[in-house]
C-alpha cells in the first residue's frame, strides 16, 4: 500500500541545495558549513510547501471491525495536504557517512472524500469529505553519500530509518457522518499503525530510487567556449565532520578536441578553520595551469595584427613611421609595402597563485612581414617578447564564474633573428618601444575580453552567491560567500 507522505521532498530538496570537489590532490575543494546546512534546511522546508499544493497523496483503503456496527471496509481517496508545520526540522552531519535528516514535532493536514461500506447484516454504504490530521510526527533519515565514477551517489537503508506518526484524527463530513465519527479513533488507529509501518519503505524506495538517480545526473562538467571545458567530477568521496561537509573535485580545464589530462600536478590545499560564511570554494593552480596548456595546445593563443588595426601615427607600411625611420633598410629593399605582425606564445602562459595575488607570465614570438603586390609575405624579423602580469579576480554573481582583469607590470623584447637582406639591425630594435608598447595596448582588451567570460564554478539553478569574498594563498584562491536560493517561478 503507497502511503508516501511527503515530509520526503523536503529532504530531497534539502540534498539537492547541497549537491550543487599522491596525484588525487584536488583543484576544487568545497566546504559547506554548520551555517550553510542550517540554511539549507530552511530551504528544504519552503520547497516542501510549495511542492505540496500540486502533489497527489495516493488513496487509503483498509477494513476493521467495529463494536456494535460489525465488519466495515473504508478507503480515502482524492486526499491533498492543506496544511503543513515543520517546528523542528534539521540537517545534520553524521562523520565518515553523509547527512542525517531530522525531523520532529510535525503535524500535517489532509482533506480529500471518504466512502464506507458494513458488510454486517444490514448492508449500508455512505460517504462524504474527510479532514484527517496527523501530528507528533517524527522523521529521522541517514543518506549516505559517497562517489562513483566521479559522480555522487546516495543511498540509505531500513536501519537508517525511523518514522512515526505520534497521533492521528479523522473528521468525517457530510452523509451519516455523526455516526461515523463514532468509530472515527477505530478507523484512525489503523490508518496510523500503516503509515508508521510503512512509510521508511517508501522513503527508501524514493532515496534509493529517482533521487538517486537524479544526484547521479548532476552535472559537473561544464563547456567554457570551443576549446575547452572544466571537469568538476569527484576525486574521492565526500568527507563529514563537525557539523560540515566536504567534496574534492578534478578542477581541471580540458581540451574538446581530445580529452586528455594535463601533464602538471595540482597543488595540496592547506587545511582551514573557516566557519562563519555558508560556503567555502578552494581552487588551485591546476585549473590555471591546465587552461593555459589546452589553450596553447589548440593553437588559440594567436594573434594577426594588420594595418588597419594600428591606431595613428603608427603603420604597418614599409615606407611609413616607423619603421622608415627606426629601420630604414626595410624600405630601402621593400618600399611602400604594407605588412602584418603573426603573433603567438611560444610556450603556455603562467599563473601563478600567491599571497600576494594573481601572477602572470608569458613568452611569445612576433613575427613581421612584408605583403607584396601578389600578395606573398616576405619574412623581415622576429621579436621575442616577454610579459609579467598581474591579475584582479572577482567573481560574476550572475553568471556563477570567476573572472580576471590583467594589467601589464613589465614587458621587454629582443631581436629574435632577422632577413639576412636587412643586415644587423639589433642597435634598431630597441627604438621600436613606443610601437611595442601601442602593440600591447592591443593585446590587452582581448586578454581582457577572455577573463571577462570567467571560469564557471559549480552551481544549482536558482541558487546565488551572496557577498562572494576573494582572499589569496599559496598556489589557491578562496572564495567565501554565503548563498540565496529562489525557488522557481513555474
Not at 123 to 146: F, K, M, N, P, Y
Not at 178 to 188: A, D
Not at 244 to 273: M, N, Y
Request: proline share 4%; with cysteine; net charge negative.
Amino acid at each position: 500500500m503507497d502511503r508516501r507522505l511527503l515530509l520526503l521532498l523536503w529532504v530531497v530538496g534539502a540534498l539537492a541545495m547541497v549537491v550543487v570537489v599522491d596525484s588525487t590532490n584536488p583543484g576544487l575543494q568545497m566546504k559547506v558549513t554548520e551555517n550553510g546546512l542550517k540554511y539549507v534546511s530552511e530551504v528544504g522546508v519552503e520547497l516542501l510547501k510549495k511542492d505540496l499544493a500540486d502533489v497527489k497523496i495516493p488513496d487509503i483503503s483498509g477494513d476493521t471491525d467495529v463494536d456494535v456496527i460489525g465488519h466495515v471496509t473504508y478507503e480515502l481517496k482524492n486526499l491533498k495536504i492543506t496544511s503543513l508545520d515543520l517546528p523542528d526540522a534539521t540537517i545534520s552531519t553524521v562523520s565518515d557517512t553523509g547527512l542525517k535528516a531530522s525531523i520532529a514535532n510535525a503535524k500535517i493536514g489532509i482533506h480529500g472524500d471518504w466512502s464506507y461500506h458494513n458488510h454486517g447484516f444490514i448492508h449500508i454504504s455512505d460517504h462524504g469529505s474527510v479532514d484527517v490530521t496527523a501530528s507528533s510526527i517524527t522523521l529521522t533519515l541517514v543518506i549516505q553519500v559517497g562517489d562513483k565514477s566521479g559522480q555522487f551517489t546516495i543511498s540509505t537503508s531500513e536501519s537508517e530509518c525511523s518514522f512515526n506518526v505520534g497521533s492521528l484524527d479523522v473528521d468525517f463530513h457530510g452523509g451519516a457522518s455523526w455516526l461515523y465519527n463514532l468509530f472515527k479513533g477505530t478507523i484512525g488507529d489503523e490508518i496510523q499503525k500503516d503509515l508508521n509501518k510503512e512509510m521508511c519503505g517508501e522513503i527508501i524506495k524514493e532515496i534509493n530510487g529517482e533521487l538517486a538517480e537524479d544526484v547521479a545526473d548532476i552535472k559537473l562538467v561544464s563547456n567554457i567556449d570551443d576549446y575547452a571545458y572544466v571537469d568538476y567530477s569527484l576525486v574521492a568521496p565526500p568527507k563529514f565532520s563537525n557539523q560540515s561537509l566536504r567534496s574534492f573535485h578534478k578542477g581541471e580545464i580540458l581540451s574538446r578536441k581530445d580529452h586528455q589530462d594535463v601533464p602538471v600536478p595540482a597543488p595540496p590545499i592547506p587545511a582551514d578553520t573557516e566557519t562563519s560564511r555558508m560556503v567555502y570554494l578552494w581552487l588551485t593552480e591546476y585549473a590555471s595551469a591546465s587552461a593555459a596548456y589546452v589553450y596553447y595546445k589548440a593553437g588559440v593563443l594567436q594573434y594577426n595584427v594588420t594595418n588597419d588595426m594600428v591606431p595613428s601615427p603608427f603603420s604597418l607600411n614599409t615606407s611609413k613611421f616607423p619603421f622608415n625611420s627606426v629601420i630604414p633598410q626595410i624600405e630601402k629593399y621593400y618600399p611602400n609595402l604594407e605588412m602584418v605582425i603573426d603573433g603567438k606564445v611560444t610556450g603556455p602562459p603562467v599563473l601563478n597563485m600567491t599571497t600576494g595575488g594573481l601572477k602572470g607570465s608569458l613568452v611569445g614570438l612576433l613575427d613581421f612581414y612584408a605583403i607584396q603586390k601578389n600578395k606573398t609575405q616576405t619574412f623581415l624579423f622576429s621579436l621575442t617578447v616577454s610579459m609579467s602580469l598581474s591579475a584582479s579576480v572577482s567573481v560574476n554573481t550572475k553568471t556563477n564564474a570567476i573572472t580576471g582583469n590583467f594589467t601589464l607590470d613589465s614587458s621587454s623584447f629582443k631581436l629574435a633573428k632577422s632577413a639576412p637582406i636587412l643586415g644587423d639591425i639589433s642597435a634598431n630594435i630597441k627604438n621600436l618601444d613606443k610601437l611595442m608598447n601601442m602593440l600591447i595596448g592591443i593585446l590587452m582588451p582581448q586578454l581582457n575580453a577572455k577573463g571577462a567570460e570567467g571560469l564557471p564554478i559549480p552551481s544549482v539553478d536558482g541558487i546565488e552567491l551572496v557577498k562572494p569574498k576573494i582572499s589569496f594563498g599559496k598556489g589557491f584562491i578562496l572564495i567565501a560567500t554565503d548563498i540565496n536560493y529562489t525557488v522557481a517561478i513555474e
